[in-house]
């Protein structure tokens, strides 16, 4: 089953193929393919050796096309999504948003450096679109790239960024995702006893 990790972008602005290219150059030695006939509308991230990492797809939020019809199921789901005011928050911030970009993890990215590449070209379509992150059997992230929503499975482990929303202001704080007590309080939309500010 494929795994997508996607930019929700809340400006749609041009993003010229030679500004990425460096931006990937400056992690790493990566192949960039890119297709389409006005700007690009997908690019292909491989190593030197043509091994692919990730499949990067632009898709503008329109009615009737794919960026529209993923924005309506995303909109589904935060009005299920836990911590509610998470959930709340996101039906805010989501008709805001104007174009996906999604990529489709492939084999190539847990070789060598791999997620180098897929970060620096997340990083840098991200600065230029602004908006929120969101990633299958993950959730969403707030606008400074925080976790606010859990979509993960029961067996997660290790550190992760998160954020509860107190008022109208985020609290960011680091927790160990495969702590009960932490993960009940974070639903709850608390700030979990013990965890690290950030």
């Excluded at 990083?123 to 929503?149: K, M, P, S």
Aim: aromatic share 10%; with cysteine.
């Amino acid at each position: 089953m494929a795994y997508y990790i996607r930019v929700l972008g809340t400006r749609d602005v041009p993003i010229g193929a030679d500004e990425l290219t460096s931006a990937v150059s400056a992690v790493g030695d990566f192949k960039l393919k890119f297709e389409g006939s006005e700007g690009w509308s997908a690019i292909t991230i491989s190593h030197t050796d043509d091994e692919e990492i990730c499949i990067v797809e632009r898709n503008p939020v329109r009615e009737h096309e794919l960026g529209g019809e993923e924005l309506n199921e995303f909109l589904q789901e935060a009005a299920v999504a836990r911590p509610r005011a998470a959930g709340e928050w996101l039906r805010t911030l989501l008709p805001r948003v104007q174009v996906i970009y999604a990529f489709q993890l492939l084999g190539g990215t847990d070789h060598a450096n791999g997620w180098d590449g897929v970060h620096a070209v997340q990083t840098y379509i991200w600065n230029q679109v602004g908006g929120i992150l969101q990633a299958d059997r993950e959730g969403f992230t707030n606008e400074d790239g925080d976790q606010i929503t859990w979509d993960f499975s029961d067996r997660v482990a290790g550190l992760w960024n998160m954020a509860s929303l107190k008022g109208d202001k985020w609290v960011a704080f680091r927790m160990e995702l495969s702590d009960k007590k932490q993960r009940e309080q974070f639903l709850d939309g608390e700030v979990p006893k013990g965890v690290e500010f950030v």
